[in-house]
């Protein structure tokens, strides 16, 4: 049986007595790519904030690794190994890219990582691998500020790379993107998947065409569904909810 890394159990999320999560039941393996999608408001912000701690279940659990991350602060989750991408990229603009990349880096050797004991993980990376990886080799030198919304993308995902994750959750990265760099960033997913377990939440159907393998669906807190692209999208409770929605737009 392959070894789970995330499982999130009956979780329920109240605000103020609104359900934001409600019940929600998932898990993924190690290795995965996962797709999440849902119309709006269905909670899949809501969701990542309880991965990463930023927000307590009411109820249930959530366990990385074998362990129930509850009551554990959001700085002790990122160090035991899950890093988050927002929608925004969160770069120093007035530094290179190769300086981006370096003070990432460098964050791995602060005292959090030995003091909580990452037990798996990826390799270490170095500033020339991660420009490589992300397709930045020629714009190394270039401030950050001068980059595409795109490069930027892949300079933010290239940081959060650097701290050797063992889950990677990237929240909508190619919003507001060109098809060409939406395509780069696509590429670079599906290429950190080979070593990574990576949760992305994206509107962009083309976008999830591209690199799903497997879609969950959340709805009003729930799981709706889970399957293949394809399963996913003749889903008659998905058509209605979130793509049948989406076509009418
Ligand atoms: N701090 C909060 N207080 C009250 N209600 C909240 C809070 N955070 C989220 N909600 C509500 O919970 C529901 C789920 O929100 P969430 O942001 O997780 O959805 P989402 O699927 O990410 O939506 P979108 O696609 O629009 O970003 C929404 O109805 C939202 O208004």
């Given at each position: 049986?392959?070894?789970?890394?995330?499982?999130?159990?009956?979780?329920?999320?109240?605000?103020?007595?609104?359900?934001a999560?409600n019940?929600?039941t998932?898990?993924?393996?190690v290795?995965e790519?996962?797709?999440i999608?849902?119309p709006?408001g269905?909670g899949?912000t809501?969701?990542?904030?309880?991965?990463?701690?930023k927000?307590?279940p009411?109820?249930?659990?959530?366990?990385?690794?074998?362990r129930?991350?509850?009551?554990?602060p959001e700085?002790?989750?990122?160090?035991f190994g899950?890093g988050?991408?927002?929608?925004?990229?969160?770069?120093y603009l007035n530094?290179?890219?190769?300086h981006?990349?370096?003070?990432?880096c460098?964050?791995n050797k602060?005292?959090?990582p030995?003091?909580?004991?990452?037990t798996t993980?990826?390799?270490?990376?170095t500033?020339?691998?991660?420009?490589e990886?992300?397709?930045?080799?020629?714009?190394?030198?270039f401030?950050?500020?001068?980059?595409s919304?795109?490069?930027?993308q892949?300079?933010?995902i290239?940081?959060l790379?650097?701290?050797?994750p063992?889950?990677?959750?990237v929240?909508?990265?190619?919003a507001?993107?060109?098809?060409?760099?939406?395509?780069?960033?696509?590429?670079?997913?599906?290429?950190?998947?080979?070593?990574?377990?990576?949760?992305?939440?994206?509107?962009?159907m083309?976008?999830?065409r591209?690199?799903?393998r497997?879609?969950?669906?959340?709805?009003?807190?729930?799981?709706?569904?889970q399957?293949?692209?394809d399963?996913v999208?003749?889903?008659?409770?998905v058509?209605?909810?979130?793509?049948?929605?989406?076509e009418?737009?």
């Amino acid at each position: 049986m392959t070894a789970k890394i995330l499982e999130i159990n009956d979780v329920t999320v109240s605000f103020d007595g609104f359900k934001a999560l409600n019940h929600l039941t998932f898990s993924m393996d190690v290795g995965e790519l996962r797709v999440i999608i849902g119309p709006n408001g269905a909670g899949k912000t809501t969701f990542l904030d309880v991965i990463t701690g930023k927000v307590q279940p009411t109820e249930g659990q959530v366990i990385f690794k074998g362990r129930n991350l509850r009551k554990m602060p959001e700085y002790q989750i990122a160090c035991f190994g899950i890093g988050r991408k927002f929608q925004t990229p969160r770069i120093y603009l007035n530094l290179t890219v190769r300086h981006n990349l370096d003070l990432a880096c460098n964050r791995n050797k602060n005292v959090f990582p030995t003091l909580f004991q990452r037990t798996t993980g990826g390799e270490i990376r170095t500033v020339a691998g991660l420009l490589e990886t992300v397709g930045l080799i020629a714009k190394a030198d270039f401030p950050a500020a001068l980059l595409s919304h795109g490069e930027k993308q892949r300079l933010e995902i290239g940081m959060l790379v650097a701290q050797s994750p063992d889950l990677l959750l990237v929240d909508e990265p190619v919003a507001g993107l060109t098809d060409e760099e939406t395509e780069n960033v696509g590429n670079l997913l599906l290429a950190l998947a080979e070593s990574h377990s990576i949760i992305v939440i994206e509107h962009d159907m083309e976008f999830v065409r591209q690199i799903a393998r497997t879609v969950t669906v959340l709805h009003q807190g729930s799981v709706l569904c889970q399957g293949d692209m394809d399963e996913v999208q003749n889903d008659p409770r998905v058509i209605e909810v979130y793509l049948g929605k989406q076509e009418e737009e």
